[in-house]
């Protein structure tokens, strides 16, 4: 067949197409997400075209008005009723802007801005070579140990790559618990994941411990993402949709559109459990709950501290926004099957973190065994399936975040020769060598172990009344007996510090810079706030916890 043959058949089998509709944005409603993907643009620009002296005071401000901006433009939205009356689904159906997304959006932009101060912090170390060095290596492309890396230490080189890497990872986290679609809840998890993955590897001392946690890291969650992308596929062919809430009508079986395809796969459940399982997996490795909870104590401890501090609460936040929306959204119908699984996940999780922490010796690491107790009762709270359930996880994410930057950038200031000293021998008797720094971390422990008039007992106090209310009075019984082992570790390092023996090697409090002095007074001024009149914060929670649908 000739050329000319062929070129006609093409032309004359093509059907006319008609005018392709573009798409219709709510630029004004995603305006927090814009914000943040924007200044993380520019921060890779001013990494390319501004001078290297100059990069680094350039990065702090363009990241700090980056999250301001993001949060004040989640508070114009909150004020303008998109929270509550207004509340919409966004991007043709990929995003919603309604109460959860809002109050979790501006708790991660609020955490950020806290961690972005212990990230631009210089002044712990000792000067390297008349330069002022931070926790990131100098060079991260150079092997540790190598000629290259000292020829960067020597020049003054700094890592101010990690800007723009803390917000792709924010934009990412923005993203996620406002995620309407299974295909955006993929993408904003991979886009806030392999930031995290890469800024893990990037501590200045004790390189290869870097390096191996996020190796670590980014292998087991390689693992959870490939998961998750696999359920994704699973309930696609389920529902043949992508949308939570066709998936939702789905379930229920309230769909009125049905062809004779989507017949023939609602009513095999094993690709609806199959699918809700592996979802639901990649979810609980992200937020930390047993059992794959195996990444958190190494990468916590390897990570750079102030990395190690925004992780620990940012992601939390955002995991359990997207858990909290999957399962109250889209899942609803199936509340019988994913609760008997959630009880035994929250169990193992809340007596799993508080029984392995009384062991450990590491201060990094007893934080991470303390926050995987902490995702057990944050689970109490999902459990419930109740309204109460939504606003007291929404109230408990927010005091947990700032309690747990504020802690990890004390950690920071505790050093010797070689470092951060995290060895828990080396806090004894801290309390009388710099007692207002043990005094601070001594609130933070207490908080963690949910003491009255901190904001941990008012946290969990919301949680477990909301899961008690939603029936599940045995898991609240189980939760308290957990937080009285877990008491035990925080209340025994505050003996440490405060009754023990100072040794005469022992390590020095670094004095930081204004940065991480407003870090750990914003945590510690929120701690207290949200413990002695939590009301205000509850009831912005309640108002907040209605999903749009």
Known sequence: MSATAVHSLWTTAAEPIGNIDAPKIEYAQLSPLLIVIGAAILGVLVEAFVPRKSRYYTQIFLSAVGLAAGFAAVVALAANGY?????????????????????????????????????????????????????????????????????????????????????????????FPAANDLLTLFVALEVFSLPLYLMCALARRKRLMSQEA??????????ASAFTLFGIALLYGYSGSMAYGTIAQVVDGTITDITPALANTMGNDVLLLLGTALIVMGLLFKVGAVPFHMWTPDVYQGAPTPVTGFMAAATKVAAFGALLRILYVVLPGLRWDWRPVMWGVAIVTMLGGAIVAITQTDIKRLLAYSSIAHAGFILAGVIAATPDGVSSVLFYLLAYSFVTIGAFAVVTLVRDAGGEATHLSKWAGLGRRSPLVAAVFAVFLLAFAGIPLTSGFAGKFAVFKAAAEGGAVPLVVIGVISSAIAAFFYIRVIVLMFFSDPKPEGPTVAVPSPLTVTAIGVGVAVTLVLGVAPQYFLDLAGSAGVFVR
């Open 83 to 175: 929270g509550t009356t207004k509340a919409q689904i966004a991007a043709m159906g990929a995003i919603a802007v309604d109460g959860p997304a809002l109050f979790l959006q501006g708790t991660i932009l609020l955490a950020g801005l806290v961690g972005l101060f212990t990230f631009a912090e210089r002044r712990l170390d000792p000067a390297a070579h008349g330069n002022r060095v931070d926790s990131f290596a100098a060079q991260a492309a150079s092997v540790p140990g190598s000629d290259s890396e000292k020829a960067a230490v020597k020049a003054g080189f700094t890592t101010t790559e990690v800007f723009p890497l803390l917000l792709f990872a924010v934009s990412g986290m923005l993203l």
């Open 214 to 223: 996020a190796v670590k890291y980014f292998l087991l969650g390689a693992f």
